[in-house]
C-alpha cells in the first residue's frame, strides 16, 4: 500500500518555510511478526518541532535527521495487526510523524479509550496536558490561595495551566495576544485576569492585575513580559520556564532579567522538558482524565485539514494565529 509522508530536507534559518520539506510517497511494508499497521486520523502540531529541525545535539532529544519523516505525536487507528496486543480498530497514541501511517511493534504506544474524542486526546490528554500537570503541579508546588501567573496563556499549554490552578485554588492571571483570546480565557476559562500583552501599558496592566504579587511564574513565551512579571515574584516563589516562543524565530534572543532578585526573593526557577518524565504518564494522564471528566478542564481545537497543511500551518503556532491546540485531521 503506498501512502504519503513529508521528510525533513533542510534545516531553518530563521522561520519554518516550505522549502524545508519535501512530500514524498512511500511504500508500506509486509508486517512482520509483532507489528502492527496505522492509520493516523489527527497529528499534533507543536512549537517544540522548530527545536527539532534545528541542528542541535545537546538539546532533550536529538533533532530529526535531514531525510526522515518530520517528527511529530498523534493519535491513530490499528488497521492490521501482527501482534496479540493490539485489535483491529484499537485506537493509540504515539509518534507517528507527518505521515498518513505507520508501522509499529507496538513499543511506547498509549491505548486510548474509544468513547473519548480524538480532539481531547491532542489537546488535554497527551502532550499539551502533560506538560501543563508536570510544569504546575511537579515544580511549581501549588497552593490554594497563592497567585499563578502564565504567559502565552491562550496557547495550549497555556491555558491547560491557568484552569488547572484554578480547579487548585489559585488565582490566575495570564497574558495573550488579541483582545478576543483575553476575554476566551477570563468568560470561558475562569481566569481572573487576562492581559493583551500587545496593550500599551503592558507593565501598568501586569502589576494592576497582580497586587499582591506572584507566587508561581509559569513560562511559555519570554519577552518583555518576562521581565515584569519576574520582577513582580514574591519571597518564595517558583518560575516555571516550558517555552521561550517569542524568540524562537528571533535572529537575536531576547535579554533576560538581572538575577539579583533570585538572591534577594529566594526564588526557584526551573526548566523542564516531557521526554524525562515518561515515567510519570500514566499518573498523570488519569489525574487530567478526571479534571476533564469534572468539567475542570475546556479545550479548543484548531483544525487544519490534510496532511500537507502542516508545511504551512505550523507557523501559526509563532505568530498567535492558531485558536486553540493546532492540529492536522487526516
Known sequence: MKYTAIKLVKRPEAGITPDLFETVTLQSPALKDGEILLKQTHMSLDPAMKGWMMEDRNSYVPPVELGEVMRSSGVAEVVETNNRKFNVGDKV??????????????????????????????????????????GLMNIGKPKAGEILFVSGAAGSVGSLVGQ???AEGMQVVGTAGTDDK????????????????????????????????????????????????????NVGGR???????????????????????????RLTMQGFALPDHWDKVPEMSAKLAGYLATGKLKYRAHK???????????????????????????
Open 93 to 134: 497514541w504515539g509518534q507517528f510523524g507527518w505521515a498518513e501511517y505507520a508501522v509499529s511493534d507496538g513499543t511506547g504506544l498509549q491505548p486510548l479509550p474509544p468513547e473519548v474524542p480524538a480532539e481531547a486526546v491532542l489537546s488535554v490528554l497527551t502532550i499539551p496536558g502533560l506538560t501543563a500537570y508536570h
Open 164 to 166: 488547572i490552578g484554578k
Open 182 to 233: 483575553c476575554r476566551w480565557l477570563e468568560d470561558e476559562l475562569g481566569f481572573d485576569a487576562a492581559i493583551n500583552y500587545k496593550s500599551e501599558h503592558l507593565a501598568k496592566n501586569i502589576v494592576g492585575a497582580t497586587p499582591n504579587g506572584v507566587d508561581v511564574y509559569f513560562e511559555n513565551t519570554g519577552g518583555d513580559v518576562q521581565h515584569i512579571v519576574y520582577n513582580r515574584m
Open 239 to 265: 518560575i516555571v520556564v516550558c517555552g521561550m516562543i517569542a524568540d524562537y524565530n528571533a535572529a537575536k534572543p531576547s535579554a533576560g532579567p538581572n538575577w539579583i532578585n533570585m538572591i534577594r526573593r
Open 304 to 330: 487544519l485539514e490534510g496532511l500537507e497543511s502542516a508545511i504551512d500551518g505550523i507557523n501559526l503556532l509563532f505568530t498567535g494565529g492558531n485558536e486553540g491546540k493546532l492540529m492536522v485531521v487526516l
